[in-house]
């Protein structure tokens, strides 16, 4: 009797632990969640920003850059971003995959050439 209490006690405890666990999980997820769309947001205004910024860049002009060459070294820097990223999070049970980039279609960046999958 007392050694089927004991388990009953022991299996309740048990269940309420997971319980909570599964409760904190949850409000993570949630938190991350609200950071990617802030994420996106940021992604979207910067890209924004670089189409318009694209047609006077003085830089790209002085270094004989071409837009593939642009191109190379952006898919380059958000390699190397996600990485340091995922070195980052990877203590939290995160997982990232690196970031793709498509071709640049006549020279413009839009939201779907790049893409963190």
């Known amino acids: 009797k007392i ?14 632990g997971l319980q909570k666990e599964s409760e904190k999980l949850e ?10 769309e802030e994420l996106k947001q940021q992604k979207q205004q910067l ?10 860049c003085i830089v790209r002009a002085q270094n004989g850059q ?8 952006f898919i380059q820097h958000i390699q190397e971003s996600t990485l340091q990223l995922h070195s980052l999070t990877s203590s939290t049970s995160s ?3 690196t970031a793709t980039v498509a071709p640049l279609d ?7 050439d790049i893409q963190c999958l």
Do not use: F, W
């Open 66 to 73: 071409t837009p593939e060459d642009e191109r190379k070294l």
């Open 47 to 56: 890209v924004y920003m670089l189409n318009l910024h694209r047609p006077t």
């Open 95 to 97: 997982s990232l995959s």
């Open 27 to 36: 409000s993570v997820n949630a938190d991350l969640k609200a950071q990617i």
């Open 106 to 112: 006549g020279g413009v960046l839009t939201l779907d």
């Open 3 to 16: 050694a089927a209490a004991k388990c009953r006690n022991k299996k309740k405890e048990k269940t309420e």
